[in-house]
C-alpha cells in the first residue's frame, strides 16, 4: 500500500515563527503536492512538485516556499507564521500518468497563535 | 476538470449496501471518475477509479452509466468505519493537475 506520512498531526506556532512540515512518500511517485482544506473552502493547492528539485506554485503560494531535494520528501514552509495560515495541511503524492490517483498523508493541523 | 453534483448527505444502517450517486455530465472522454473519501480530521483517502466499465477492488464497487455522465459509488455493506465524506471527481490529470473537491456526500452508517 502507498504510504504517506507527514511530521505532525498538530502543531501550535506563535506569529512570526518560521514553520517547517515535512512529508515522506514510500512509492517512488515523482510528483508531490501540498494542499490546504479550509471549511467552506475545499481543497486549495499551495504548491506542486512534478520531480526533484522542480516546484510550480499552485493558487496560493503566498506565504509558503518548498523545498523537494530527495524524490520521497517535499517540505513545506511558512516563511513566517500568520493567525491566517491556521489551517489543515495535507501532502499528497501520485504517478505523473494515467489515472493520475493522488494519495494523500494524514495531515498537519496548524494553529497559529 | 468537469463539475460534479452529489447530495448533501446520506444515511445508511450498519451492514446494509450503500449507494452513492454522482452526476457529471459535463465529462470529457480523457476523464477519469475518481473517488475519495475522508474521515473526520483525517487527509481524503483514495477510493476507486474508473474511465468506462464498472469497477471492483477491495473498498468499493464504481459502476459507471453507458453515457458517462452519472456514476455510483457502492459500499457493499456499510460499516461504521465507512462514515465519512465521499467525493466523486472527473478528472483528467494531465493537464490540471490539481485535484478540486466539491462539496462531497456526508454519509452517516446507523448502528
Known amino acids: 500500500d502507498v504510504k504517506v506520512t507527514q511530521s505532525s498531526r498538530y502543531l501550535v506556532k506563535r506569529t512570526g515563527e518560521k514553520v517547517f512540515l515535512e512529508c515522506v512518500q514510500d512509492m517512488d511517485h515523482e510528483n508531490m503536492f501540498w494542499y490546504r482544506q479550509d471549511p467552506g473552502l475545499g481543497l486549495r493547492l499551495i504548491y506542486f512538485?512534478?520531480?526533484?528539485?522542480?516546484?510550480e506554485k499552485g493558487d496560493i503560494p503566498e506565504g509558503y516556499s518548498v523545498s523537494r531535494e530527495k524524490k520521497e520528501r517535499f517540505s513545506l514552509i511558512l516563511e513566517s507564521a500568520s493567525t491566517n495560515q491556521t489551517s489543515m495541511y495535507l501532502c499528497?503524492?501520485?504517478?505523473?500518468?494515467?489515472?493520475?490517483?493522488?494519495?494523500f498523508g494524514p495531515g498537519t493541523r496548524l494553529t497559529v497563535t | 476538470d468537469a463539475k460534479t453534483t452529489q447530495p448533501n448527505s446520506m444515511e445508511s444502517n450498519e451492514e446494509e449496501p450503500v449507494h452513492l450517486p454522482c452526476n457529471h455530465s459535463t465529462i470529457s472522454g480523457t476523464d477519469y471518475i475518481h473517488w475519495y473519501r475522508q474521515l473526520p480530521s483525517q487527509g481524503p483517502e483514495y477510493v476507486i477509479h474508473g474511465l468506462t466499465s464498472n469497477v471492483n477492488n477491495r473498498m468499493a464497487s464504481l459502476a459507471i452509466a453507458e453515457d458517462r455522465k452519472s456514476s455510483t459509488l457502492i459500499l457493499h455493506r456499510a460499516t461504521l468505519r465507512d462514515a465519512a465524506v465521499y467525493y466523486c471527481?472527473?478528472?483528467?490529470?494531465?493537464?490540471?493537475?490539481?485535484?478540486?473537491f466539491g462539496k462531497g456526500t456526508k454519509l452517516s452508517v446507523i448502528p
Open positions: 471527481v472527473a478528472y483528467s490529470g494531465a493537464g490540471s493537475y490539481q485535484l478540486t
Open positions: 499528497a503524492s501520485r504517478r505523473p500518468r494515467s489515472p493520475y490517483e493522488q494519495y
Open positions: 512538485s512534478y520531480d526533484v528539485k522542480m516546484k
